[in-house]
Every structure is written in C-alpha cells, then in structure tokens.
C-alpha cells in the first residue's frame, strides 16, 4: 500500500520538515506523479496549436465569404475540429455561424484554456491548480446543450472544488459525453471518485486519474457501460472487487490499461469482450487469465507484489495464469526469476501465442534456469524478444551443457523465425544462450544483437565478446545476423510503447526498429 495514501498535504509537508527534509521536494514528486500519468493518456482530438491550411495565405478570392455558403453538416464538421474557446468563437463571425456551435458535439480540453493554450502542457512544476480555469470548465458546460464528444479535465485540485466536480458530472449524466478523460490533480491523492460516473452510459472511452474508485458494494445493481469500449485507470486506489466490478459491467470493452495502481490487486480477467491488456508499474500478487476468448494480447510491465515493497521481504514470485484465451498472440515482457508461469491446458501450453517478450537477468543462475520452462509452454512461438537485466549482485552464470542437457525446446527447434536480444554485454550466460538458438534454429531467419553501449564506452573488445556466436555452427544457413549499437546510456528496463501496445495496425509492438537501428 502506497504510504501517501489517506495522508493531507499538511501532514505530509509536516513530516518532511521532522525529517529535516525540503518541504519543496513535495511539489516535485507530485508534479512527476502527474507526469508520469499524464503520458499514459490518449491525445486529445483538438489541438490549439494546429497550423491552419490558409495560414499566411495573401488572397481572398473575390472578397467573398464562400466558407459560409457551406451546407450545416460541412460547417459543424469544421467546429468540431476546434478547441472549445475557438469553437464558441465561430458564433461571432456571423448569423450564418451563431447557432451552429450549439448544435456540434463539444470537445473540450481545459489545459486549452490557460492562458498559453497548454502550449507547455500539462507538466508544469509548482503549478497551483488554476481556478479560472476551473470556472470556465463550469461555464461552458452549462452554456452547451451537449452531447459531449470528448471532455478533457485533468487541471483540477477536486478536493479544493468538490461542489463543481459534482455538477460536472450530472452535467454530464444528462448531456452524455463519449470520452471523459477526469484526472485528480492532487492533494490528496485518493479522493473518493462519486458514485455518479457509474450511471454514464454513453461513454465508450474513460481514463480516469489519482482517485479512490468508488465503493462498487453500494453501487445501484442496473449501473453499467454499455458502450465502453476503453477503461484507463492511472494511479487509482481500488479493491479487486471494484476492477471486477467494472469489467462485468462493461459487455463491450476491448481496451483496459492500468498504470501505477496506488493498492495491491489479485487481476482475475474474465470478459467476453476484451481484446488487449496492459499493466504498468502496478503492484500485483496475481495475474489470471480466467477466460477471455478474445484477447489478442497482454502487456505487463515493472509489476511489483506488494511483498517486495517491505524493506524485510522475503523472495517472492507474482504468478501469472493463463486459462482460456485461444486468440492469445502477444505477451510480455515475462520475467523468469521473479514471475511464476502457468497454462491451464493439460500440456501447460499455451499454443496461441506468436510473439513473447522477456526480461531476464543473465548474470542470476536460477532466473535463467526458468527461462527453458517458460519457453516450452509456447510451442508455436515465432517471435522472441528478450531485454537482458542487470542484476546488483551476480549469483553464478549457466554454460552451454546446462542447455544441451535440458532437452530440446518445441519453439526453438521448429517454428522461431525471429530473435531479437537487447542490452548485449557478452557475458558467458548471454552468449551461450544465443548459441543454443542458433545451433537448433530450424526455422531461424534473422537474428538481432543490440550491444550495450557500455560495452564501446568501457573499451571492451566487442568483436572478442560476439566471435562466439558468429563461429558457431548455425542450424539455419540462411539466417540474418544484425548487430546493432544500443543508443541508450541508462538502462533501467526494456523500452516500451504503450500507444503500439494498443494499436493492431503494428504486428508486432516490441520491435521498436528505432531502437535498435540508431
């Protein structure tokens, strides 16, 4: 449990100044809090920085306004393409224009309403919660008659203005709006989110933002989201029950993202409907994939169980369980060593996927023991990506006998096409492994070594560390092998993106070619 939790501004800046500490250092963790929140949110649709396509243009043909002339669907197309303050603008320029704003679905983005648009965005440190802005926000919800296409409000302190955050929302309740993107602007950092968000049926995106969800027991049985196909859920305080609560209740949903998740969570997936999960820097005991016959992909990241947030704790493995989910073809990153992996089938298999991604820490013994065991339960893989750790404390490494031993592996003898290794140092533990891909690599066709940019910097003999490897005798004759500098200087993790992770136009989001082509 986050130690902020349930804790006032005022008693946190008291306990610095016992410590000694600079109370100004409160401002900047929080402003990074909402950083790292922010950057988890979708765009919004309208920008107020847009170039205009006639901007700078010297001529008006004829003098005439032609624009005007345009039939109400065209011109409603135009306004809804605006942010809100140029959208109310538009009924200055004419009668033509006066009624035609009213009757456009609103986008509104309240970082548009500062005084430099949100030019800056929405990082600003030390920024006091704007309370003008607050007011405007007020002010245009009840002067458009709605509905709503998409409402941006993350600028806020709601602690300091709880009666418009109210009226905010049953604006919304009877006006409608489709995507509500609603962010806490702490302190405190759980407020207890209204009950009233339940009953908005026609959302179909919500992302919502350092609040303490609603207590679902007292939620009305008839609440659902019957249109919601997105749920983001950053920095949120909220009981497993709450999660499965939401996602019964939402019969459509495809997308559901969970970052930063202030309180530990036993994640139990059961949806007939969800297509791509992913997790991020979330403290969690369990991942269980119970039955989700349409998910296509799973994504987690930096998970902690909340054992490993105690100074004292003991060595601790979260688990991972994989059930029904035959159209599963994207998982990662996995870490063997600190993630137990289990498939429901019978053959502890999970045939679906195509492409895994793991992080593994070479220089631990036992986390590369179970790197053969979390391979075999993905017989059909063709894709492997695998970031390589670094450990603080090295507890032995594995040689070429530990893996010839181990029998062969399904994936890696007939169907891996594709091996992309990231962070290189050419330890015994990396190389050997490598070597046994590509001496059983049947269906081998490329193969990808980005070096860690350490290994140049330190004067290492790169060439001596990957001789190895290129002498061996590789099954494959016409696999590609590539190596590639890493442009990384500080490596805490393997690179991510979380706007691929969602978007199936990318076959394959861990293969982020600028990466390892820099």
């Not at 309740?173 to 609603?182: D, P």
């Not at 909220?238 to 998740?261: H, K, N, Q, Y």
């Not at 059930?323 to 999970?350: D, F, H």
């Amino acid at each position: 449990m986050d130690p902020m939790i349930g804790v006032s501004r005022s008693d946190m800046l008291a306990g610095l100044e016992r410590d000694g500490a600079d109370p100004e250092t409160l401002d900047v963790g929080t402003n990074l809090l909402l950083y790292f929140v922010y950057h988890y949110l979708p765009v919004p649709p309208v920008s107020p920085t847009a170039p205009l396509s006639l901007a700078g243009a010297s001529w008006v043909p004829d003098g005439v306004d032609r624009i005007s002339r345009l039939p109400d669907v065209v011109l409603r197309d135009i306004i809804s393409r605006l942010p809100a303050k140029d959208a109310a603008r538009t009924a200055a320029l004419s009668s033509r224009w006066r009624p035609l704003w009213r009757s456009v679905p609103l986008t509104l983005v309240d970082s548009h309403l500062l005084p430099d648009g949100g030019a800056r965005g929405q990082f600003i440190i030390g920024a006091p919660s704007p309370r003008a802005v607050t007011a405007a926000v007020s002010r245009v919800l009840a002067a458009h008659p709605g509905p709503f296409r998409c409402l941006h409000l993350t600028r806020t302190t709601m602690e300091e203005h709880r009666g418009e955050m109210s009226r905010w929302l049953d604006t919304i309740l009877a006006k409608g709006v489709q995507e509500l993107v609603f962010v806490n602007r702490p302190w405190p950092i759980d407020l207890r989110l209204p009950a009233t968000i339940f009953r908005c049926a026609s959302l179909t995106r919500l992302y919502l933002g350092v609040w303490r969800l609603p207590d679902t027991a007292a939620v009305p049985r008839g609440a659902r989201f019957p249109n919601l196909l997105e749920l983001g859920l950053c920095m949120t305080v909220m009981e497993d029950r709450d999660l499965a609560f939401m996602l019964e209740r939402s019969p459509v949903l495809e997308f559901l993202v969970i970052i930063g998740s202030q309180s530990g969570l036993r994640l139990r997936l059961v949806s007939p409907s969800l297509r791509c999960v992913q997790l991020g820097c979330t403290f969690l005991e369990d991942i269980d994939v119970v039955n989700v016959p349409r998910l296509e992909r799973l994504f987690q990241r930096d998970n902690l169980s909340e054992s490993e947030l105690a100074d004292t704790a003991p060595s601790f493995s979260s688990k991972i369980k994989i059930g029904r989910a035959p159209n599963l073809r994207v998982l990662g990153y996995l870490q063997p060593g600190e993630q137990q992996l289990a498939a429901g089938s019978k053959e502890n298999t999970v045939p679906s996927v195509q492409i895994l991604a793991m992080e593994v820490q070479f220089g631990v013994r036992n986390a590369v023991k179970k790197v053969p065991g979390f391979l075999r339960c993905f017989p059909n893989l063709e894709t492997l990506h695998v970031h390589s750790s670094v450990d603080e404390e090295s507890t032995g490494k594995v040689n070429i006998k530990f893996w010839q031993e181990g029998g062969p592996i399904k994936c890696v003898v007939q169907s891996m096409k594709k091996v992309f290794f990231y962070e290189f140092r050419g330890s015994r533990s990396e190389v050997v492994f490598l070597k046994f891909i590509a001496e059983r690599g049947r269906a081998l066709e490329q193969m990808v070594v980005v070096v860690a940019g350490e290994c140049f910097s330190s004067g290492g003999n790169v060439s001596a560390k990957l001789k190895p490897l290129i002498s061996a005798k590789w099954l494959s004759k016409a696999c590609k092998l590539q190596l590639f500098k890493s442009p990384r200087d500080k490596v805490s993790g393997p690179l991510h993106c979380h706007q691929l992770a969602s978007d199936f136009m990318f076959a394959d989001p861990f293969d982020l070619k600028y990466y390892y082509e820099a």
